[in-house]
């Protein structure tokens, strides 16, 4: 055969061939033109040998390059701290409870609220302790803050008439962990039952209510307590409320509840402790600066120890009034009403503490905030707002984000329809189009050219954004990574906004979850169709379907499920990610022999004798090939085992075995055997 046909068939080069001959074992010299047919063979086989070992031993060498990487994240367990860092963000960057943290700084010295900066060398000190090697890194990129609310009230309230400005009701928001008992507080003040019609115990959405408190002489004491005197002479005060889910998934709500607050009531149950959202909660107060009472509530239970609640909230470095600290602590039973009228009390000594920053003007320019949102199907868009300064009527002309509109029609709690509402009054109105967020600063525009000028900005922005709760992205077809495409639909924004929240935080390397489309209101035949197309799964979540949609999915074999709960939610979607996770292969060391002698070599069978020298070795495990230049030469399986000549199924530390080894390997006297078993691991989410 010619050498260039040779070559052809191997797809190299003639030079690539004849310089690789001998490595093979054959010299035909590097002038040679011909090769003796029976000879070409045996280098054509001989080369898809090489070949296949070569291949093997790469897929060895990257495995365990692979394990060496592994091993050594975990053995630096090193993080990269900058050069100063709130304690809760370094909590979440050393992924442990903010209590373990806290403790663990008390016990070094360093007294310090969640929300305080820590600087690089304490931070470091700690983790290290901690058993965390710390690096000191950059400054994380600044987000850019949206203005909120607050400061767009200060700056309208520096421009009106002193004398003008009244004393608008205090806005609360009721905030701490899920079960602790915030929405059974407010039903004690409201006299109402809006806790029994919560879904599974649980405040889905932000609600917000208004109440009247009439003014008892013995606030006097607390007021003269505290140096406050009463200028007025009112019998009765109003207070805004806004209840706040405690669920983790809803942390966003919880945010915007206290960006729009003044005071804060902070529930902690008595028969419990301090929890994650607890934790969460103080952070979000501390970040708005909020006045904040801590309700101890459940003191009606025979399990409830309000002085270790207290002792709880001393370990994070806040100290009750009645332990020398200023944190004002009111122990209430939202079940039985003991204690609301001290809590009321409370909320309203606060109010009259801060009175300079709850000013108002009733003819002011309009100023306010949306709460919540979502679609009705008979009314369209309805948005939920606080008006913080200025009277809001129908035929107002709004700017809300990338919304707007005039107002149709104004609701308050009770649903009944209302002309006009004034500052610190919760309602909703209809009317706004665009895209309206929880949040969003509402503004009123007088002028009607103005008005369609700002319309038109806001849909231009609009269109070049590409901001919608419409289509999102697809799957990218290069990748291997697997795939839950979702087409979701909640029944308000603020609900829509923490279940996306909470589908994001729980993607995996292996499977990625396609949020396809999101909206409000009922799932429809269109959203069918698309998840047809799109081979989706379509969610709901407070929401019902359109008779049309039931039908085409029931026709098309869609898969559909409706949620009133958001932990079944995302149990379910865990469930579904678990079925699509391979099964992942760990690899355990065990031992390493050293080969004293070769018995007899057959094929890709090889029984050796060696000696022990570290760990153990057994039958059936993977032994790799190093030669005693720290060549690797390929791996085996241990087919056979002997120790004193008797079947054996382990060789322990020191003992001379022999062993049958099945493998392309060639093993050969001085050369090291390292052992390993192979462990299937099922992969599961873990939250």
């Not at 260039?4 to 010299?27: C, I, N």
């Not at 005060?237 to 809803?250: C, K, L, S, V």
Request: hydrophobic share 40%; proline share 3%.
């Amino acid at each position: 055969m010619n050498i260039t046909e040779l070559a052809r068939q191997l797809k190299v080069t003639p030079q690539e061939l004849k310089e690789k001959l001998p490595e093979l074992g054959f010299h035909i010299g590097l002038r040679a033109i011909q090769i003796p047919d029976d000879q070409a063979n045996k280098v054509i086989e001989s080369w898809h040998e090489a070949e296949k070992k070569d291949a093997l031993l790469q897929k060895i060498k990257d495995k365990m390059s692979r394990v060496a990487e592994e091993e050594e994240i975990v053995k630096t367990n090193s993080i990269s701290i900058p050069p100063t860092i709130q304690v809760y963000r370094l909590a979440e960057r050393l992924k442990m409870p903010i209590t373990k943290l806290m403790g663990e700084l008390i016990k070094n010295g360093v007294l310090a609220s969640i929300n305080e900066n820590l600087d690089f060398e304490v931070a470091a000190i700690v983790a290290e302790k901690l058993g965390f090697k710390a690096t000191r890194g950059e400054e994380g990129e600044e987000i850019k803050k949206k203005k909120m609310i607050k400061e767009r009230l200060e700056e309208v309230l520096a421009q009106e008439d002193k004398n003008d400005l009244i004393v608008r009701p205090p806005v609360v928001v009721v905030m701490g962990h899920v079960d602790h008992g915030k929405t059974t507080i407010l039903d004690a003040i409201r006299q109402t039952h809006v806790a029994d019609k919560e879904v599974g115990g649980i405040t889905q959405k932000i609600g917000a209510y208004q109440v009247i408190v009439p003014i008892k002489e013995k606030e006097q004491s607390s007021r003269a307590k505290r140096g406050i005197s009463r200028n007025d002479a009112a019998s009765t005060r109003t207070i805004t409320f806004i209840d706040t889910p405690g669920h983790e998934t809803f942390q966003a709500m919880r945010s915007r509840g206290g960006e729009a607050a003044d005071i804060a009531i902070l529930v902690v149950a008595a028969d419990d402790k301090i929890q994650p959202q607890t934790i969460e909660s103080i952070k979000i107060i501390q970040q708005e600066n909020l006045p904040f009472i801590v309700a101890i509530n459940k003191i009606d239970k025979p399990e409830a120890d309000v002085e270790r609640v207290k002792k709880s909230l001393s370990e994070i470095n806040l100290i009750p009034e009645d332990w020398g600290g200023s944190v004002i602590c009111v122990p209430v039973s939202g079940k039985t009403k003991q204690g609301i009228d001290e809590l009321l009390e409370m909320i309203i000594l606060l109010a009259d503490m801060k009175k300079d920053k709850l000013m108002a003007n009733p003819k002011g320019t309009l100023v306010g905030t949306i709460i919540e949102t979502h679609r009705d199907p008979g009314a369209g868009e309805v948005a939920s707002l606080i008006i913080f300064n200025g009277l809001l009527e129908k035929g107002t002309n709004l700017i809300a984000g990338h919304g707007y509109g005039r107002v149709k029609l104004i609701k308050n709690r009770a649903n009944k329809e209302v002309e006009k509402a004034p500052s610190g009054m919760p309602v909703q109105i209809f009317g706004l189009k665009g895209v309206v967020k929880v949040g969003d600063i509402v503004e009123e525009v007088k002028d009607n050219k103005e008005f369609k000028k700002k319309i038109k900005e806001i849909d231009l922005s609009y269109q070049k954004r590409g901001d919608s709760n419409q289509t999102q992205g697809v799957k990218d077809k290069k990748t291997t990574r697997k795939s839950l495409n979702l087409i979701l639909r909640a029944d308000v924004s603020g609900s829509l906004e923490a279940v996306v929240h909470a589908l994001e935080k729980i993607n995996h390397p292996e499977v990625k979850i396609n949020i396809l489309k999101k909206d409000l209101g009922n799932l429809t035949e269109i959203d069918v169709e698309f998840a047809k197309n799109a081979n989706a799964w379509l969610i709901g979540f407070n929401v019902d379907m359109t008779n049309q949609a039931k039908q085409a999915a029931s026709d098309m074999g869609i898969k559909i499920n409706i949620y009133q709960i958001i932990y079944d939610l995302l149990q379910n979607i865990k469930d579904e990610m678990n079925k699509s996770f391979s099964i992942e292969i760990i690899e355990e060391k065990t031992g390493k022999l050293e080969v004293l002698a070769i018995f007899r070599t057959a094929g890709k069978e090889t029984i050796l004798g060696g000696r022990v020298i570290t760990g153990k070795i057994f039958k059936d495990n993977i032994a790799r090939v190093w030669g005693v230049n720290q060549e690797l030469k390929g791996e085996g399986k241990i087919v056979e085992l002997q120790v004193h000549h008797q079947d054996a199924t382990e060789a322990k530390l020191g003992t001379e075995c022999g062993l049958k080894l099945v493998g392309s390997a060639e093993v050969v006297v001085g050369d090291f055997l390292e052992t390993y078993r192979e462990i299937k691991k099922e992969k599961k989410f873990i939250v």
